[in-house]
């Protein structure tokens, strides 16, 4: 299948789990909170059609869609919002906690940056070649831990690419309330190289992020690609300022998947979404089968 074709179903893919998602959350059937990727899904898409398998990947309490762009497999996650044995941590991280292969979440954005940039300076002196992301949003940029692993990065010359998704709410908090000034020049006042796109199409961002990541790579040097983008859903759940004409009038100009469908054939189309669609009732009906983990697990 073609390029534009695999974007794509990536993009619809996280779509249609996020939905599932907040429906069995709305009937009870999961543990914690959820936190849904919608109208965000380009950015995980086009990112990681770019990076390499191996590099390391720390992301947020928004990790959904990060998760299964890098692969990761719905059923597994699935499992894990329900609590259950076979999820990716046991059934102990619910929807924020996660891990698989070099991926990591935590649900304090500010907190997974100094980790990702210390599991960055690992990678280099250990010469693997790979290098990390971290995922982070508007919100991040308040917090004081960014900023000395920005100067930290930037002094060591540490192999990490800074992801900020401003989806224009910190929670409820518009951007304009709570970041002052240009994102772009927060990282370029430590010499870091910035990449900064306001756009939701798939085919914009993608050579946004081969070339930040391409920076990295090439110079063991830290990079930030800053993307504006809109999230759809409330920030977890109901908490949504907004009213609906505004949402509506969001998704009527900014939604990724109707920007890129007119490049996909009808067929390719149908297949998308047979395939997704069969894939997502897959895993959500494996994993309500799933037992929860026994008690005693924890001294094991």
């Known amino acids: 299948m073609s390029e534009n074709y695999s974007l794509y179903r990536t993009m619809l893919l996280i779509r249609r789990f996020e939905e599932r998602a907040l429906a069995e959350f709305s009937a009870g059937k999961l543990f914690g909170t959820t936190h849904a990727y919608i109208g965000q899904e380009a950015d995980a898409a086009a990112i990681f059609s770019?990076?390499?398998?191996?590099?390391?990947?720390?992301?947020?309490?928004?990790?959904?869609?990060?998760?299964?762009?890098?692969?990761?497999?719905?059923?597994?996650l699935a499992a894990e919002l329900m609590g259950k044995a076979?999820?990716?941590?046991?059934?102990?991280?619910?929807?924020?906690?996660?891990?698989?292969?070099n991926f990591y979440s935590n649900g304090i954005q500010g907190g997974i940056v100094p980790v990702a940039t210390g599991s960055a300076y690992a990678e280099k002196v250990q010469k693997t070649g790979r290098v990390a992301l971290v995922f982070i949003g508007d919100g991040t940029l308040g917090e004081g831990a960014l900023y000395e692993s920005l100067n930290i990065a930037a002094l060591w010359q540490i192999p990490i690419l800074f992801v900020v998704e401003d989806n224009r709410y910190a929670q409820t908090t518009p951007t304009a309330k709570g970041v002052s000034g240009s994102m772009k020049a927060r990282f370029e006042a430590f010499g870091i190289k910035a990449w900064e796109l306001d756009s939701s199409d798939v085919l914009d961002i993608r050579p946004q992020a081969a070339a930040a990541l391409q920076h990295v790579r090439g110079n063991s040097l830290p990079a930030a690609l800053i993307l504006h983008t809109y999230r759809f859903s409330a920030h977890s759940k109901g908490d949504d300022p907004r009213d609906r004409e505004t949402i509506a009038k969001i998704r009527a100009e900014f939604d990724p998947l109707t920007i890129h469908a007119?490049?996909?054939?009808?067929?390719?189309?149908?297949?998308?979404?047979?395939?997704?669609?069969?894939?997502?009732?897959?895993?959500?009906?494996?994993?309500?089968?799933d037992p929860f983990p026994a008690l005693d697990t924890e001294n094991q």
């Open 50 to 76: 770019a990076a390499s398998p191996d590099d390391v990947v720390w992301s947020n309490h928004r990790c959904h869609g990060h998760f299964l762009a890098y692969g990761g497999d719905p059923y597994k």
């Open 86 to 101: 076979s999820g990716l941590v046991g059934g102990r991280g619910g929807s924020q906690h996660i891990h698989w292969r």
């Open 262 to 289: 007119p490049r996909l054939s009808s067929s390719e189309l149908a297949k998308a979404e047979a395939d997704v669609s069969a894939l997502v009732d897959d895993a959500f009906t494996r994993a309500f089968a």
